[in-house]
């Protein structure tokens, strides 16, 4: 009995640390690393780069903030792009800048239910929105349409303590 006792308390705090392990979560001041995996037509990944530099802008002024933009995938990422540039930001890639107004910027597109959840991260913020994939408006091709509220979590930075 004493055999069997010891056994079950073992394996109780060996699924306590487990499922506590699986709750962790980043913490710190770090970015997400930018990764797509899901997989988006170019209308798609252009009306989810849209929405979400059109929420980024809400956080982030556009006229004097230049996104460092880290990633690389190759349907999301020039539309992010893109979506930037025309809004206003300067976008830097794979550079190396001494600017004091310079964001880093990463994203992360995985399959969730039936669409697909986006999250773009900088150091101030963190926005998170789910998009369903399919036809949107009356052309009938085949775009994304945000399916949730958008989550905005606002980082404190380490000189507003």
């Given at each position: 009995m004493?055999?069997?006792?010891?056994?079950?308390r073992f394996?109780?705090?060996?699924?306590?640390?487990?499922?506590?392990a699986?709750?962790q979560?980043?913490?710190?001041?770090?970015?997400?690393?930018?990764?797509?995996?899901?997989e988006l037509?170019?209308?798609?990944?252009?009306?989810?780069a849209?929405?979400m530099?059109?929420?980024?802008?809400e956080h982030?002024?556009?006229?004097?903030?230049?996104?460092s933009?880290?990633g690389?995938?190759?349907?999301?990422?020039?539309?992010?792009?893109?979506?930037?540039?025309?809004?206003?930001?300067?976008?830097v890639?794979?550079?190396?800048t001494?600017e004091?107004?310079?964001?880093?910027?990463?994203?992360s597109?995985?399959?969730?239910?039936?669409?697909v959840?986006v999250?773009?991260?900088?150091?101030?913020?963190?926005?998170t929105r789910?998009?369903?994939?399919?036809?949107?408006?009356?052309t009938?091709?085949a775009?994304?349409?945000?399916?949730?509220?958008?989550?905005?979590?606002?980082?404190r930075?380490a000189?507003?303590?």
């Amino acid at each position: 009995m004493s055999k069997l006792l010891s056994y079950l308390r073992f394996s109780a705090a060996l699924f306590c640390l487990v499922v506590l392990a699986a709750c962790q979560t980043m913490g710190g001041t770090g970015l997400i690393q930018s990764e797509v995996t899901a997989e988006l037509s170019t209308e798609a990944a252009g009306s989810i780069a849209a929405d979400m530099v059109e929420q980024l802008a809400e956080h982030i002024g556009p006229a004097s903030t230049t996104i460092s933009l880290r990633g690389n995938d190759i349907v999301f990422g020039p539309a992010l792009e893109a979506s930037l540039r025309d809004k206003g930001y300067a976008v830097v890639t794979d550079q190396a800048t001494t600017e004091a107004a310079v964001e880093p910027l990463a994203y992360s597109i995985d399959p969730f239910a039936d669409g697909v959840l986006v999250r773009i991260s900088t150091l101030k913020v963190e926005l998170t929105r789910m998009y369903t994939l399919g036809t949107t408006g009356t052309t009938g091709t085949a775009g994304a349409v945000p399916a949730s509220p958008l989550s905005v979590m606002q980082r404190r930075s380490a000189d507003r303590s």
